[in-house]
C-alpha cells in the first residue's frame, strides 16, 4: 500500500529529529566510533526486520542522515505500510561508518517504535475484516509524535481522527457539563445546534454519549458523528437501530476500553468508526536492527 509522508510528517520529524540528535551528540559527536573508526573509513548496513510487523518511518531514515553526514546514502527496498517478515531487508545505508553509527540509534528508534504503532493498527484492521467499520486512532499521543503516530495509523491501515482541538468539534461529558452551568435546561442536541452557529467554518461536529437516551436527543440535531462511550455491544446494536430510523446519515463511534478481543464484536453491530488509544499509547516497538556489512 501507498501512503502519504505529508508536510505536516515531515514537519514534525525534523523537529524531533533534531532533539533527538541534539541528546544523543551534543556537539561533541560519537565519542566511541571517533576513537575507534578512521574518518575516512566507509561501509554499509542493512536493515533488518527482526519480527513480522509493518513497516513505518522509512522516510524519516534520510532526513536523520542528512543531519548527520550528507554523503550517507540510503536504497530503500520495501515501502512503508508493507507487512514484513523475519529477515526482510528493509533498505541499505551507506557511506562513512563514524556517520552510519552515530545516526543507528536515532533511526532505529523513530522506525522501531513508530512500526509498532503501525503493526498494532493491522492487528485491529484485520480484528474487523468484512464489516463496514473502521479503525480510528485518538489523540493519546506524546507531545510532539502527533503527526506522525497518525501516519503510521495509516501505514497500518487505519484511519486518523481529528489531527487536534483546532479542526472539528467534539462535544466530551464536560464539555457538556461545563456549558450546561450557564444552560441548565440546554439539551444535547442544542448543544450541537449552538456549536454549529458559533463555529460555521467547522464542517465536522461530534457529540458523546453514555446512553441511548442522550442518542436519541443528539440525533434530533443531528451532529456528524456521534461516539458512543463505553456501551455494551447490545446497546450498541440499539444504537445502530435508532441511528437507522432517525438520521442514518450520522455515523457511530464505539469507544472506551475496545482491545483486539473485543473489536470484531463491536465491529458486527453495525457501528462505523471504532476508536482505539492504544493504537498509539501502548503499541510494542518492532524489532528492527543494523546488520553491518563491510564496503
Same mark, same amino acid.
Given at each position: 500500500?501507498s501512503?502519504?509522508f505529508?508536510?505536516r510528517s515531515?514537519?514534525a520529524?525534523?523537529?524531533?529529529i533534531?532533539a533527538s540528535l541534539e541528546?544523543?551528540?551534543?556537539?561533541?559527536?560519537d565519542l566511541?566510533?571517533q576513537?575507534?573508526i578512521?574518518?575516512?573509513?566507509?561501509?554499509s548496513?542493512?536493515?533488518?526486520?527482526?519480527a !513480522?510487523?509493518?513497516l513505518?518511518?522509512?522516510?524519516i531514515?534520510p532526513?536523520v542522515f542528512?543531519? /548527520?553526514d550528507?554523503?550517507v546514502?540510503?536504497?530503500?527496498?520495501?515501502p512503508?505500510?508493507?507487512?514484513?517478515?523475519?529477515?526482510d531487508v528493509?533498505?541499505?545505508?551507506?557511506?562513512?561508518?563514524q556517520?552510519?553509527?552515530s545516526?543507528?540509534r536515532?533511526?532505529?528508534n523513530f522506525?522501531?517504535?513508530?512500526?509498532?504503532?503501525?503493526t498494532? !493498527?493491522?492487528?485491529?484492521?484485520?480484528a474487523?475484516?468484512g464489516?463496514q467499520?473502521?479503525?480510528?486512532?485518538?489523540?493519546?499521543?506524546l507531545?510532539?509524535?502527533?503527526d506522525?503516530h497518525k501516519y503510521? /495509523?495509516r501505514?497500518g491501515?487505519?484511519a486518523n481522527?481529528?489531527?487536534?482541538?483546532f479542526?472539528a468539534?467534539l462535544?466530551k461529558?464536560?464539555?457538556l457539563a461545563?456549558?450546561?452551568?450557564?444552560?441548565p435546561t440546554a439539551?444535547?442536541?442544542?448543544?450541537?445546534?449552538?456549536?454549529r452557529?458559533?463555529?460555521?467554518?467547522c464542517e465536522? /461536529?461530534e457529540?458523546?454519549?453514555?446512553t441511548?437516551?442522550?442518542l436519541?436527543?443528539?440525533?434530533?440535531?443531528p451532529?456528524?458523528?456521534?461516539?458512543?462511550?463505553?456501551?455494551?455491544c447490545d446497546?450498541?446494536?440499539?444504537?445502530?437501530?435508532?441511528r437507522n430510523?432517525?438520521?442514518?446519515?450520522?455515523?457511530?463511534?464505539?469507544s472506551?476500553?475496545?482491545?483486539?478481543?473485543?473489536a470484531?464484536?463491536i465491529?458486527?453491530?453495525?457501528v462505523?468508526?471504532?476508536s /482505539?488509544?492504544?493504537?498509539?499509547h501502548?503499541?510494542p516497538a518492532?524489532?528492527l536492527a543494523?546488520?553491518?556489512?563491510?564496503?
Amino acid at each position: 500500500m501507498s501512503v502519504e509522508f505529508d508536510s505536516r510528517s515531515q514537519l514534525a520529524a525534523e523537529r524531533l529529529i533534531a532533539a533527538s540528535l541534539e541528546e544523543d551528540l551534543h556537539d561533541v559527536g560519537d565519542l566511541t566510533s571517533q576513537a575507534l573508526i578512521d574518518a575516512d573509513a566507509t561501509g554499509s548496513v542493512d536493515i533488518v526486520a527482526r519480527a !513480522t510487523g509493518v513497516l513505518s518511518g522509512m522516510p524519516i531514515a534520510p532526513l536523520v542522515f542528512s543531519k /548527520v553526514d550528507a554523503r550517507v546514502t540510503i536504497e530503500e527496498r520495501i515501502p512503508d505500510g508493507t507487512l514484513l517478515s523475519p529477515g526482510d531487508v528493509v533498505a541499505t545505508v551507506s557511506g562513512p561508518v563514524q556517520a552510519l553509527l552515530s545516526g543507528e540509534r536515532t533511526v532505529l528508534n523513530f522506525l522501531t517504535h513508530l512500526s509498532g504503532v503501525a503493526t498494532r !493498527t493491522r492487528a485491529f484492521v484485520d480484528a474487523i475484516a468484512g464489516t463496514q467499520a473502521t479503525i480510528l486512532d485518538t489523540r493519546k499521543t506524546l507531545p510532539g509524535w502527533r503527526d506522525l503516530h497518525k501516519y503510521a /495509523v495509516r501505514c497500518g491501515g487505519g484511519a486518523n481522527h481529528r489531527m487536534g482541538l483546532f479542526d472539528a468539534v467534539l462535544i466530551k461529558d464536560n464539555h457538556l457539563a461545563a456549558w450546561r452551568d450557564a444552560h441548565p435546561t440546554a439539551t444535547i442536541a442544542e448543544a450541537v445546534r449552538h456549536a454549529r452557529d458559533v463555529s460555521p467554518t467547522c464542517e465536522f /461536529v461530534e457529540v458523546e454519549v453514555d446512553t441511548l437516551e442522550q442518542l436519541a436527543d443528539a440525533l434530533q440535531a443531528p451532529p456528524d458523528m456521534v461516539l458512543l462511550d463505553n456501551m455494551t455491544c447490545d446497546q450498541m446494536r440499539e444504537a445502530v437501530a435508532m441511528r437507522n430510523d432517525t438520521a442514518p446519515e450520522v455515523l457511530l463511534e464505539a469507544s472506551g476500553g475496545i482491545t483486539l478481543e473485543t473489536a470484531a464484536g463491536i465491529a458486527r453491530t453495525g457501528v462505523d468508526r471504532i476508536s /482505539v488509544g492504544g493504537l498509539t499509547h501502548s503499541a510494542p516497538a518492532l524489532d528492527l536492527a543494523f546488520d553491518w556489512s563491510a564496503a
